[in-house]
């Protein structure tokens, strides 16, 4: 039963950002800089974060640690999520939301795969299969046929 949840989470997200991209977009169109709509996206994403990290603090008794030291890797997910969000904001009035998403699914995917390969920042280790491969193909093609045809 977790895993159903797990799987139904991941899908609920993933339908989130689909829907993020149109709203940042149109706010990006209003704001008249669509940079500044991916500033107002990050700061209500950070100030709902913040909430919940403190009521989860306080409800588990465990102390948020500002003092550690956090490598220059810690705050690139950061970044990555700042160009993520911008890229969206600037491609979604122009190719489409379908198109964005599914290129961008395209795109996680393919790094998803190389990152399971390397073992990057600790995490377990996936082989790279024919199976895999011709799962990420079979995306990238669709993606590609959502976009050009």
Known sequence: MD???WALMGIVAGACIAVQ???NAQLGRNLGVPIAAAGVSFVAGAILLWTIALIYSRSTGIAINFGAPAPWTFVAGGVLGAFYVFSNIMLTPMIGAAAVMALSVAGQLVG???LDKSG???MAVREISL???AGAL???IGALMIRLL
């Open 131 to 133: 199976g895999r491969i």
């Open 120 to 122: 990057f920042m600790g």
């Open 21 to 23: 991209a149109p709203i």
């Open 138 to 140: 079979l995306l990238v």
């Open 3 to 5: 895993t159903l949840l």
């Open 112 to 114: 998803g795969l190389l």
